[in-house]
C-alpha cells in the first residue's frame, strides 16, 4: 500500500468516525444508558475502521449515439485536474487557522475575565479598608 492510498484511508475512517461521532452526540449523549453507549462507541470506531475497507462495484452503461460524437468531440474541453493533495493541504490549513483563532479568542475572554475579577477584587479590598 502506497503512502497516497494510505492517506484517502486515513481521511475516510476520519469522515466515518465524525458521522458516528454526530450521530451519537445529537442522539445518544443525554442517555443513561452507559453501557449501551459504550458498545455503540466501539462498534462505530470499528466499523469506521472496516467500511472504507470494502469496495462496491456496480455496471454503468454509457449509450453515445454515433451520429453526434464527432459534434460532440469537438465541443468538449479537458477539465483541469484537481489535486487531492493540494485539497487536504488547503483544508488543513483552514481548520489549523480556525482553530488557532478560536483559542486566541478563548485567551481574550479568560484575560478579559482575570482583569475584571482582579478590578472587583481591588473594590472590596478599598471598601474594607476605609
Not at 42 to 60: C, E, F, R, W
Not at 81 to 96: A, S, W
Not at 102 to 120: C, E, G, V
Amino acid at each position: 500500500m502506497n503512502m497516497s492510498a494510505f492517506f484517502i484511508y486515513i481521511f475516510k475512517v476520519s469522515c466515518w468516525i465524525t458521522v458516528w461521532w454526530l450521530i451519537y452526540h445529537i442522539f445518544l449523549r443525554k442517555e443513561t444508558f452507559y453501557t449501551f453507549n459504550r458498545i455503540y462507541l466501539i462498534t462505530g470506531l470499528v466499523a469506521s475502521l472496516l467500511i472504507p475497507l470494502m469496495t462496491i462495484h456496480y455496471p454503468v452503461e454509457i449509450f453515445v449515439s454515433l451520429t453526434s460524437t464527432g459534434a460532440l468531440a469537438k465541443n468538449i474541453q479537458p477539465l483541469e485536474r484537481v489535486d487531492f493533495y493540494t485539497i487536504l493541504f488547503y483544508l488543513y490549513v483552514f481548520f489549523g487557522a480556525f482553530f488557532i483563532i478560536l483559542q486566541l479568542f478563548l485567551l481574550l475572554k479568560i484575560n478579559i475575565l482575570m482583569l475584571s475579577k482582579r478590578a472587583n477584587l481591588h473594590k472590596q479590598y478599598a471598601q474594607r479598608t476605609v
